[in-house]
């Protein structure tokens, strides 16, 4: 079992800086590919930045790519979304989600396993 804690959302004005930080439990931090999803109201969820188990390999959707930057500490069980030139089209719930058995670093929503509860973001312009 995985337990996935998201914190660092909040209301901010356009142009602003925002970091996400999702602590997980388990022992299975280090061997999951990590990833960042969002879901405005009354949009699907959507993939927002990938990360491989090493943290070598990252992954971003076209409309967060040179704003926003995917990192993690595996000592510290924690994966983080640095976003900089918030948009107010980036406001959404943020999800983190973790894949337990990363063929490769996947972008797609059906291969997480397990799904934090979501921080809000609200960028207001």
């Known amino acids: 079992q995985v337990q996935l804690v998201e914190s660092g959302g909040g209301l901010v004005q356009a142009g602003d800086s925002l970091r996400l930080s999702c602590a997980a439990s388990?022992?299975?931090?280090?061997?999951?590919?990590m990833g960042w999803f969002r879901q405005a109201p009354g949009k699907e969820r959507e993939f927002v930045a990938a990360?491989?188990?090493?943290?070598?390999?990252?992954y971003y959707a076209d409309s967060v790519k040179g704003r926003f930057a995917i990192s993690r500490d595996n000592a510290k069980n924690t994966v983080y979304l640095q976003m900089n030139s918030l948009k107010p089209e980036d406001t959404a719930v943020y999800y983190c989600?973790?894949?337990?058995?990363?063929?490769?670093?996947?972008?797609?929503?059906?291969?997480?396993?397990?799904w934090g509860q979501g921080t809000q973001v609200t960028v207001s312009s």
């Open positions: 989600a973790a894949d337990l058995n990363p063929v490769y670093t996947r972008t797609a929503s059906e291969f997480y396993d397990y």
């Open positions: 388990g022992r299975t931090f280090s061997s999951s590919a």
């Open positions: 990360i491989s188990r090493s943290g070598g390999n990252v």
